[in-house]
């Protein structure tokens, strides 16, 4: 299930990877322009700092629902060591991109959900 893609910042990063599953299902991509605002892990902490978070993005945007009514294509965020990450659910799982590598978790992990 691997993407084989490397993290990098600003191009490969969790946003993108959120960024693919909503564009599979919404002409118009309500965080697209964010996606342009950062190029390393210091402008991205900046630009969530500015914004709320990620899930206060997201919320803006798109229904929460619980993580375990979470559907394949929809989004949701990972809290962990102070840090959120996002990701996609499939095959009832929570897949995401961090700087480690892909993390494929149970869709139970996620701090929120958000339908698609």
């Given at each position: 299930?691997?993407?084989?893609?490397?993290?990098?910042?600003?191009?490969?990063?969790?946003?993108?990877?959120m960024a693919k599953a909503i564009r599979a299902r919404h002409a118009e991509h309500p965080i697209l322009h964010y996606l342009h605002e950062y190029e390393d892990e210091q402008?991205?902490?900046?630009?969530?700092?500015?914004?709320?978070?990620?899930?206060?993005?997201?919320?803006?945007?798109?229904?929460?629902?619980?993580?375990?009514?979470?559907?394949?294509?929809?989004?949701?965020?990972?809290?962990?060591?102070?840090?959120?990450?996002g990701c996609v659910v499939r095959n009832g799982r929570a897949v995401g991109l961090a700087p480690f590598g892909e993390f494929i978790l149970p869709v139970s992990r996620l701090t929120k959900a958000y339908r698609v």
């Open positions: 299930m691997g993407t084989g893609i490397e993290f990098e910042w600003g191009r490969h990063d969790c946003a993108h990877h402008s991205a902490k900046a630009l969530l700092k500015r914004i709320g978070g990620l899930c206060t993005l997201l919320a803006t945007h798109f229904e929460e629902i619980s993580p375990l009514s979470a559907r394949d294509g929809d989004i949701g965020v990972i809290s962990a060591k102070g840090l959120e990450a």
